[in-house]
């Protein structure tokens, strides 16, 4: 018989790969708590990730290009936007995972996810929708929804999981360590494609970078990442559990606090803020009081109205909520 040349991996196969390679405390697709809705198994994918080609698939996925990361609308191509955020997390997830044995599909699935629920215009986008709820306006919180409700696609509770936790604010945190896997990615991408960006947009002079964070992380751009990965990898393999090594740590709060003196929180961030969380409470006053002009799709008809409004608005990228601004608002400002 001909040697065809390939293996016929199949999903059985896949799992008992996952069982007899992967680190003690790695999640095995496997063992997984299940969906929701009960589904036959795929015949060649495990649970994770089948989820993982569900997110790719979706439409939510494929908004984030047109969403802000810092900069709102840059000029110039080659700043963030929350897509390629997205990715970058995922590169930085999987390279943590397939290092310390982790369950890598589950992994990359909890990172393509974790942004999908984010409104326009950043984390400003956060800040103009929390009034309208109790407590505060979480993207992660909302990306689950999307997930779930929205557009449902049956997701596993562990990918769930570690999307409603990826955020150092929620408590409990992830109950996988790939969902912690998923906040140190998170912080350690954000922290520097947005240096980056600020030295690309002329905010910041590669002078100004604290020499606390030059001496702890090296040259600005790969070798900062590439510390901070094996921060995390080192600390993790001597403890036991996800964690970073505490003098990286250290100074990787303290370049965030300096990331927010000078870049989020600076005097022209400000005003910028100031005008979109304005039109985005303008959005959603409007639709509160004309609900019948809601789109059909992409709406949870069975939820309150105040909820199916913010659902609306939060999904918008920045340029359809500056057009639909514009189409409800200048007109009358012309008049």
């Known amino acids: 018989m001909t040697d065809p040349g390939f293996l016929h991996l199949t999903r059985e196969t896949r799992e008992e790969d996952e069982r007899r390679r992967l680190a003690p405390l790695a999640t095995r697709a496997a063992a997984s708590r299940g969906r929701e809705r009960p589904e036959a198994d795929d015949p060649i994918r495990t649970a994770f990730e089948r989820d993982r080609d569900r997110i790719y698939h979706s439409k939510a996925f494929r908004r984030l290009k047109h969403k802000t990361q810092v900069f709102i609308n840059p000029e110039g191509d080659h700043f963030v936007t929350r897509l390629t955020h997205t990715l970058q997390v995922t590169q930085i997830g999987r390279s943590l995972a397939v290092a310390l044995g982790l369950n890598e599909p589950l992994t990359e699935a909890i990172c393509?996810?974790?942004?999908?629920?984010?409104?326009?215009?950043?984390?400003?986008?956060?800040?103009?929708?929390?009034?309208?709820?109790?407590?505060?306006?979480?993207?992660?919180?909302?990306?689950?929804?999307?997930?779930?409700?929205?557009?449902p696609l049956n997701l596993t509770w562990e990918v769930l999981d570690g999307i409603r936790a990826h955020t150092w604010?929620?408590?409990?945190?992830?109950?996988?360590?790939?969902?912690?896997?998923?906040?140190?990615?998170?912080?350690?991408?954000?922290?520097?494609?947005?240096?980056?960006?600020?030295?690309?947009?002329?905010?910041?002079?590669?002078s100004d970078l604290p020499a606390g964070a030059l001496e702890a992380f090296g040259k600005p751009g790969?070798?900062?990442?590439?510390?901070?990965?094996?921060?995390?990898?080192?600390e993790s393999l001597r403890r036991g559990e996800v964690a970073m090594?505490?003098?990286?740590?250290?100074?990787?709060?303290?370049?965030?606090?300096?990331?927010?003196?000078?870049?989020?929180?600076?005097?022209?961030?400000?005003?910028?803020?100031?005008?979109?969380?304005?039109?985005?409470?303008?959005?959603?006053?409007?639709?509160?009081?004309h609900p019948d002009q809601l789109p059909d799709s992409y709406r949870h008809k069975a939820s309150p109205v105040r909820t199916q409004v913010l659902d609306f608005v939060a999904g918008m990228t920045d340029r359809y909520a500056l057009k639909v601004h514009d189409e409800l608002f200048r007109p009358l400002g012309m008049v």
């Not at 408590?171 to 030295?199: N, Q």
């Open 169 to 206: 604010k929620v408590d409990p945190g992830p109950a996988t360590p790939e969902g912690m896997l998923c906040r140190y990615a998170d912080r350690i991408a954000y922290l520097v494609h947005d240096m980056e960006d600020a030295i690309r947009a002329g905010v910041l002079a590669p």
């Open 245 to 289: 090594e505490p003098s990286c740590l250290a100074a990787m709060h303290r370049f965030r606090d300096f990331m927010f003196e000078r870049v989020y929180l600076r005097p022209e961030a400000r005003r910028q803020s100031r005008k979109a969380v304005k039109l985005l409470r303008d959005l959603v006053d409007h639709f509160l009081d």
């Open 112 to 151: 393509l996810g974790h942004e999908v629920g984010h409104p326009p215009f950043g984390h400003t986008g956060e800040v103009a929708l929390s009034p309208y709820v109790e407590g505060e306006w979480l993207h992660s919180e909302q990306s689950v929804r999307v997930l779930s409700v929205l557009e």
């Open 222 to 234: 790969r070798e900062w990442v590439g510390r901070m990965i094996h921060a995390v990898i080192d």
